[in-house]
């Protein structure tokens, strides 16, 4: 079901200080600007008054901003209007700046880090690093990336939500968890060295055979691809910047291709670090994606508020309990499975309450080329949240790990909290 919040009108608007006086300044001189008729509660909106929105928005910034710049003075051209015009941001520069200190202290080939508020979808980072050079593209809001073992997201949300499977359902597999073999997925039988764990424990330590099982068997291509597609896949991602289409092509007469999609062993289904945050961002707020944006706020030379994030869109995509399902798996991911060693001795002093969730995926690929570690998860404390996608792409040699990039920011987003 869709949740598209109201806008905010005038009365319902709270300005302070000389935004709230240079407001109604204009409203009182008049004549100057084509107004409405007549100014109410229930009629008012700010966009139709300024005629800025999200596409006038992304249509002045997203060239600068895909350069990796992000301009503070801009001209906003609306209803045949020049609108000179200063942008406030919804970053957290401490939270960026702790970040890109990791990444210069460890140097991967290619780093990058979206953090996100789950609830409003506000981008408070997004960070770009390349080893040795100055990034000039913005990676993050690239979708060329093979999503690998992060989409066991998207299978496990799927069968879950369909009633299917839930987190502690056991789902028989042998062989290595790394490996996918056609024999032990469409063929599987029990033997004395099959293993039988939870659903939970299986995304835990990233099980490639019970994950291709579980999309072939219980959830089938279909709903699989429909699924995804709710979650963002195929589709455009709306946002006050452009950010390429994560993509995922199924071949639902194919049942080997079902495997691999469902265990996230191809590279023909990609995406972007941007799309990562807000899956993650799915399972800490309940189920909803929310729509990623970078502006807080756009006013004028006279601090008249021309746009305002103030609308914040949500579309429930699968149940709370699918979500808190999903968010058990992902805390068994940091405690006891793929990312344990990154997090050794986390959960101490001030990070003792911080409820850290994740899912770890690795495979190779080719734009750029090199080994892909994906970290993406979510920390809360309290009201307090962060949804994250970390990505670190190696050519030759592994210099840091995505999970230990994403620690570090969890560990630094909640010690400025106020307790």
Excluded at 170 to 178: L, M, Q
Excluded at 227 to 238: D, H, P, Q, T, Y
Aim: hydrophobic content about 40%; aromatic content about 10%; glycine content about 8%.
């Amino acid at each position: 079901m869709s949740n598209q919040r109201s806008r905010k009108t005038i009365s319902q608007t709270t300005l302070s200080g000389p935004l709230q006086i240079a407001l109604v300044s204009v409203i009182l001189i008049g004549g100057m600007l084509s107004w409405p008729e007549r100014l109410s509660s229930t009629e008012w909106q700010r966009s139709a008054v300024w005629g800025v929105d999200r596409h006038v928005i992304s249509g002045a910034i997203t060239s600068s901003v895909q350069n990796n710049t992000y301009p503070h003075e801009i001209t906003v051209t609306s209803q045949g209007r020049r609108l000179p015009a200063t942008i406030h941001y919804n970053t957290d520069r401490a939270l960026r700046d702790s970040v890109k200190a990791v990444f210069e202290q460890y140097g991967p080939d290619y780093g990058m880090f979206v953090g996100l508020d789950p609830d409003t979808g506000k981008i408070l980072a997004l960070v770009n690093h390349r080893r040795k050079t100055k990034p000039t593209a913005n990676f993050a809001l690239q979708a060329t990336y093979p999503s690998a073992s992060v989409f066991k997201l998207v299978t496990a949300g799927a069968a879950v939500d369909l009633g299917k499977v839930d987190a502690n359902t056991v789902i028989p597999f042998n062989g290595k968890t790394t490996s996918l073999y056609r024999k032990n997925v469409l063929h599987h039988k029990d033997n004395q060295w099959t293993r039988h764990l939870p659903l939970k424990m299986s995304f835990a330590k990233s099980v490639n055979s019970v994950f291709g099982r579980l999309g072939v068997q219980q959830v089938g291509g279909k709903a699989l691809l429909d699924f995804a597609e709710r979650l963002g896949f195929n589709r455009e991602m709306k946002s006050d910047v452009q950010i390429s289409a994560s993509r995922l092509a199924l071949n639902l007469d194919d049942p080997w291709a079902i495997v691999e999609t469902a265990s996230g062993w191809t590279q023909n289904t990609t995406m972007s670090p941007i799309h990562a945050a807000v899956l993650a961002a799915a399972t800490v707020n309940g189920g909803f994606i929310v729509q990623p944006s970078l502006i807080d706020a756009i006013t004028d030379t006279n601090g008249i508020v021309l746009y305002a994030d103030d609308e914040p869109y949500t579309q429930q995509v699968f149940s709370p309990s699918t979500a808190r399902q999903l968010q058990t798996m992902m805390t068994l991911t940091v405690r006891k499975g793929s990312a344990k060693k990154s997090f050794d001795n986390f959960f101490t002093g001030k990070m003792s309450n911080v409820e850290v969730g994740g899912k770890t995926g690795t495979l190779n690929g080719t734009d750029p080329a090199g080994t892909y570690d994906w970290f993406v998860g979510y920390g809360q404390r309290g009201d307090r949240k962060l949804a994250y996608a970390v990505l670190c792409i190696n050519k030759e040699k592994w210099y840091v790990k995505s999970a230990y990039v994403a620690r570090k920011a969890i560990e630094h987003y909640f010690s400025e909290q106020v307790l």
